[in-house]
């Protein structure tokens, strides 16, 4: 007899395929908080959605700022929104002297708000009336429609423009800080140590970019490595570790300062037609965990939400986690396969993340009162003897606590139904032992070449339950 046991999955996470991965891995893993205990997998907070119709356009950029508010860019329209203590109001629509006045970044720097337009960067200090605002400030070069990343490195604010970075230094802007070859475009700005990190993009069908460091003082930057990408999307935020996104295939990249390294395949069918990436702006550190807002282009191969690429204890490994499903949800998988994920920001103990859907658009919070109403983990595909059939027995979940109102399901597919999961039905195939604390069928899964479990929690307000694994056993037949 052989036992199937999915423990630990803070130690191995989303795995690689359905079939091959970490100890610990599942092959899905949606709204599970897997770190604030090791070993144990509860639900989430929820992100609910908080702008009302005051957010009409996508924003792809955001400000926490010192004044105590959170500023939200229209990456469109050029309109201006604040939010105070959860009010959000529409502050200034920004109408620069040439170009577009889409917003596409936006930076606090020494007690002003920068926002770059296609051609123009935009000026706001902080605490005076938005009417006195500089929406032509200053000029950029190359007028790029798309992108001007922005980050402070050495007390300077770079900003990216095509094959240009420009800079503001204590008050005075200048276009041409460094220039790099072209066709390479910035599309996202890091940092290392004291140098700034430059992800460049050619096309959407050039598939070669380049990563650049440069120490910000120096006529040319030092590095360049080379990646078969289509562009480097953006920087993670992580601690002391430089992770990349890059290319339209989940591709994350560990950069030691020199060349960028593959290390880990956001797992989904990345066919031809299936894209997706990560916007430059949507990248952020929330309590030491590095999240991420995975964006679709085209296809539908991938679970699309906010991602957690991170680690609780140094020395385990990094593992990927769909931590936050968006609000803008409709289907039962927790998950949306068209939307877009603009940018995420901080405020404190809450982020906020920015989505379109359509044409729908909005702000969510994280909700500390409200834990997500479900979340489920996958596990692997079993095949434990193909050319003998086995014979699987009872699933058990043992939990440490399964408060009142709360439950736990537990779902099969066995050999790869074209149906998807059966669930055990609760009244007449499954029990809660509470002497042993497991959650168990009360029926064999049967003769099966293969199997795939499914266990779904469900929370009541702001309990959770917390699961320990998951168990089932094989016989030979």
Same mark, same amino acid.
């Given at each position: ?27 899905? %893993?949606?709204? &599970? $908080? #897997?770190? /604030? ?5 509860? @639900?989430?907070?929820?992100? !609910? ?37 959860g009010t959000y109001a529409l502050e200034a629509t920004a109408s620069p002297a040439a170009g577009s006045a889409g917003i ?70 200048? %276009?041409?800080? &460094? $220039? #790099?070859? /072209? ?5 996202? @700005?890091?940092?290392?140590? !004291? ?124 593992v990927l986690n769909l931590d936050f499903p968006i609000s803008e949800r409709s289907d039962t998988a927790l998950v949306l ?62 939990y440490r606590a399964l408060p009142s109102g709360t439950s736990i399901k537990i779902y099969r597919k066995v050999n790869h ?61």
């Amino acid at each position: 007899m052989a036992r199937i046991e999915i423990k630990e999955l803070n130690l191995g996470g989303i795995a690689d395929s359905d079939y091959l991965g970490a100890r610990g891995s599942v092959a899905e %893993a949606v709204g &599970l $908080d #897997i770190h /604030s205990v090791a070993g144990l997998m509860s @639900l989430n907070q929820k992100l !609910t959605k908080e702008s009302g119709a005051t957010i009409d356009a996508f924003v792809k950029c955001g400000v926490s700022c010192s004044d105590g508010k959170q500023y939200f860019f229209s990456s469109t329209s050029g309109k201006i929104w604040s939010r105070t203590a959860g009010t959000y109001a529409l502050e200034a629509t920004a109408s620069p002297a040439a170009g577009s006045a889409g917003i596409l970044g936006a930076m606090e720097y020494q007690g002003y708000l920068y926002y770059a337009m296609q051609s123009r960067l935009g000026r706001w200090q902080i605490g005076t009336s938005w009417g006195g605002r500089n929406d032509s400030y200053g000029t950029f070069t190359n007028t790029d429609a798309e992108f001007h990343p922005m980050k402070i490195v050495n007390l300077v604010l770079y900003i990216g423009d095509k094959n240009f970075v420009a800079q503001v230094d204590t008050g005075t802007f200048t %276009a041409n800080a &460094l $220039d #790099i070859k /072209s066709p390479l475009r910035i599309k996202a @700005l890091g940092r290392m140590d !004291t140098d700034l990190l430059i992800g460049t993009f050619v096309a959407d069908n050039v598939t070669e970019t380049e990563i650049l460091r440069w120490n910000t003082w120096s006529v040319s930057y030092s590095v360049a490595d080379t990646l078969p990408e289509v562009g480097v999307n953006a920087f993670l935020e992580t601690d002391n570790v430089t992770i990349i996104n890059a290319g339209v295939k989940g591709n994350l990249y560990e950069y030691d300062g020199v060349r960028a390294s593959l290390k880990k395949t956001i797992k989904g069918d990345w066919s031809s037609t299936n894209k997706a990436y990560v916007h430059p702006n949507a990248a952020f550190n929330f309590h030491g965990l590095p999240l991420f807002g995975l964006s679709q282009i085209t296809g539908t191969g991938v679970n699309l939400g906010v991602y957690g690429y991170g680690r609780t204890n140094a020395n385990y490994p990094y593992v990927l986690n769909l931590d936050f499903p968006i609000s803008e949800r409709s289907d039962t998988a927790l998950v949306l396969t068209a939307i877009e994920i603009g940018c995420i920001i901080g405020g404190g103990d809450q982020f906020f993340v920015s989505w379109k859907n359509g044409s729908s658009f909005g702000i969510d919070k994280l909700d500390t009162a409200l834990k997500l109403e479900t979340g489920y983990f996958i596990t692997r595909v079993a095949s434990v003897d193909r050319v003998m059939q086995d014979n699987y027995g009872q699933v058990y979940v043992p939990y440490r606590a399964l408060p009142s109102g709360t439950s736990i399901k537990i779902y099969r597919k066995v050999n790869h139904a074209s149906g998807g999961f059966t669930e055990f039905n609760a009244s007449t195939e499954m029990v809660t032992d509470v002497d042993r604390m497991m959650r168990h069928s009360l029926i064999d899964i049967g003769a099966a070449n293969t199997v795939q479990v499914k266990t779904e929690l469900t929370s009541t307000n702001n309990n959770t339950p917390e699961v320990e694994s998951a168990i089932f056993d094989v016989n030979k037949q």
